[in-house]
């Protein structure tokens, strides 16, 4: 009997509209994503005011990697800056360019606008910062060194801790 009650004939039921957007939501929706891609662009400039970040960011990585590998392998690895441009070097050989991870060529080049101080920077088994590829008392770092980039006045730095070798 309930049975029966329940049976609606096909014909009688109504069936629910298909869900869809106005086209009043389309327009809205495309005009504020247009807005948001205006203010992206925009937020990003010309690029130059993010060249010193990613530069001392990159350079900063690298630093740390040669500190790591040295550590891991138990093998003495450095960083060597000149000329604004910088290369990974492994045991004394601080000419012989070992290839960064992520990089195209053995030599990182700095964008020409950003300026580095040269410096050399190796690392021992234990991760001990040394001024030279040659582990000598004379070459470790007595005193904490800076790493500065610099691009039209403005700086970035940081200092690799003396006896540590602690990058921050």
Request: net charge neutral; aromatic share 8%; glycine share 8%.
């Amino acid at each position: 009997m309930f049975a029966s009650l329940l049976h609606v004939p096909r014909r009688l039921r109504r069936s629910a509209p298909a869900p869809a957007f106005t086209l009043v939501e389309v327009i809205v929706v495309l005009l504020l994503l247009g807005l948001l891609s205006v203010a992206a662009v925009s937020a990003l400039g010309d690029g130059e005011d993010r060249a010193l970040p990613y530069e001392f960011s990159t350079l900063k990585t690298h630093i740390r990697f040669a500190q790591a590998r040295a550590m891991g392998r138990n093998t003495p690895y450095g960083i060597r800056c000149q000329d604004g441009a910088y290369w990974l070097f492994t045991g004394s050989q601080v000419g012989t360019a070992v290839r960064l991870p992520g990089q195209a060529a053995d030599t990182v080049t700095l964008q020409s606008s950003v300026t580095p101080a040269s410096f050399t920077l190796a690392f021992n088994g234990r991760g001990q910062a040394f001024s030279a590829a040659v582990f000598t008392a004379a070459n470790a770092l007595g005193e904490d060194q800076d790493v500065t980039l610099t691009l039209d006045g403005e700086s970035l730095g940081f200092t690799v801790t003396a006896h540590t070798g602690y990058i921050p």
